[in-house]
């Protein structure tokens, strides 16, 4: 079983987010929990969103506190909260940054990096920073775990409409071919 905590701000789509990748991973024929967190509930505070995959069944329905990734769609929260908490070795970070990996800080437990400068896009296409279906494309690229066609379909049965399907299906495909994928080299004990 894989376990995905996003990251997010209410108003930005984390949970939307959550539910589209969801129906992607259920149209590859996989069992998916999908589980919103809201917190305040208020737009801007941080929210997140838990995502459970696996090829069999799965009966677990809690939050996740020990995630295989982390995808953060807001290039802000993690000063607000410690987007790490709990991550497991090897672990994968998906996060929205114009920033380069070297000026990032980021625990010697994640194994994979996945930066996409999200908020650039966002407003290049919708002209304002609303990221989450970028980040879909860059969780895609970065992990594998989801395909591209899955994601499009995903969208495509979500409710998005005319133009705003248009937007959000280029969204995703610039979030994959934008994103920059770091494997990180285990840190020598000194």
Known sequence: ??????????????????????????????????????????????????????????????????????????????????????VREQGIWVQCSAKPLAALSFPDSIATVGLCDAVSIALDIFRRSITNTIMLGALAKTTGYVSLEALRVAIQSSAFRDAGLKQNLAALERGYEETVVHKIERRAAA
């Open 1 to 86: 079983m894989i376990e995905i905590r996003l990251h997010g701000r209410g108003g930005q789509g984390a949970v939307l987010a959550g539910n589209i990748l969801a129906a992607a991973m259920v149209h590859e024929g996989r069992h998916v929990v999908a589980i919103p967190s809201f917190g305040f509930e208020r737009r801007g505070a941080p929210v997140a969103s838990f995502l459970r995959f696996d090829d069999k069944e799965i009966r677990q329905l809690t939050n996740i506190y020990a995630p295989d990734c982390v995808l953060c769609i807001d290039p802000t929260v993690g000063r607000a909260v410690n987007i790490f908490d709990g």
